[in-house]
């Protein structure tokens, strides 16, 4: 009976610690912006880095947690369609470098880019797509639409196999 009283004491005392901790992390959101070791390791960013920005050739610094929020993003609502860079409605245009710049408008900066989420055209720009969600600004604001063209660019940049068209 001991035993069983102490086991009941000790995890009641663990639900408590759980509920207090998960409260601190809700009431501290820089906790929640931590860095996708992803990021780190294959897109080989620690601090920022300089993206291309237009088509002038100006560019943007993003951070580690920038391209993280951009990647959370992205996997919750693009990662269906587009896993590992491909894409799978048209498996031979995808999210590589290359096919990026090809595209009519090239969509290889951020602002073109997030054009193309806003409004999404097909891949020789003739008329709009159905086939990629249209992202409005009260989905995704411009600053967090930006995170997330960093990340595909990034992703598109340095990491291995992305927007691969051979399986």
Same mark, same amino acid.
């Given at each position: 009976?001991?035993?069983?009283?102490?086991?009941?004491?000790?995890?009641?005392?663990?639900?408590?610690?759980?509920?207090?901790?998960?409260?601190?992390?809700?009431?501290?959101?820089?906790?929640?912006?931590?860095?996708?070791?992803?990021?780190?390791?294959?897109?080989?960013? #620690?601090?920022?880095?300089?993206?291309?920005?237009? =088509? $002038?050739?100006?560019?943007?610094?993003?951070? @580690? /947690? +920038? *391209?993280?929020?951009?990647?959370?993003?992205?996997?919750?609502?693009?990662?269906?369609?587009?896993?590992?860079?491909?894409?799978?409605?048209?498996?031979?245009?995808?999210?590589?470098?290359?096919?990026?710049?090809?595209?009519?408008?090239?969509?290889?900066?951020?602002?073109?880019?997030?054009?193309?989420?806003?409004?999404?055209?097909?891949?020789?720009?003739? #008329?709009?797509?159905?086939?990629?969600?249209?992202? =409005? $600004?009260?989905?995704?604001?411009?600053?967090? @639409? /930006? +995170? *997330?063209?960093?990340?595909?660019?990034?992703?598109?940049?340095?990491?291995?196999?992305?927007?691969?068209?051979?399986?």
């Amino acid at each position: 009976m001991f035993f069983v009283r102490m086991l009941w004491v000790s995890l009641r005392s663990i639900g408590v610690l759980l509920l207090v901790g998960m409260s601190l992390w809700a009431a501290n959101p820089s906790w929640a912006d931590a860095v996708d070791p992803y990021v780190r390791r294959y897109l080989r960013v #620690e601090e920022s880095v300089e993206l291309k920005l237009n =088509s $002038e050739g100006q560019t943007r610094s993003f951070s @580690a /947690a +920038n *391209l993280s929020s951009g990647k959370r993003f992205f996997e919750e609502n693009c990662k269906n369609c587009h896993v590992g860079g491909s894409t799978l409605p048209d498996p031979t245009v995808s999210l590589s470098l290359e096919a990026l710049k090809a595209a009519t408008p090239p969509r290889d900066s951020i602002l073109s880019l997030v054009a193309f989420l806003r409004e999404p055209m097909t891949y020789d720009g003739a #008329e709009y797509t159905y086939s990629c969600r249209q992202v =409005s $600004e009260s989905w995704l604001s411009d600053p967090e @639409a /930006a +995170n *997330l063209a960093a990340f595909i660019l990034r992703a598109a940049e340095k990491a291995p196999g992305w927007g691969n068209t051979t399986f």
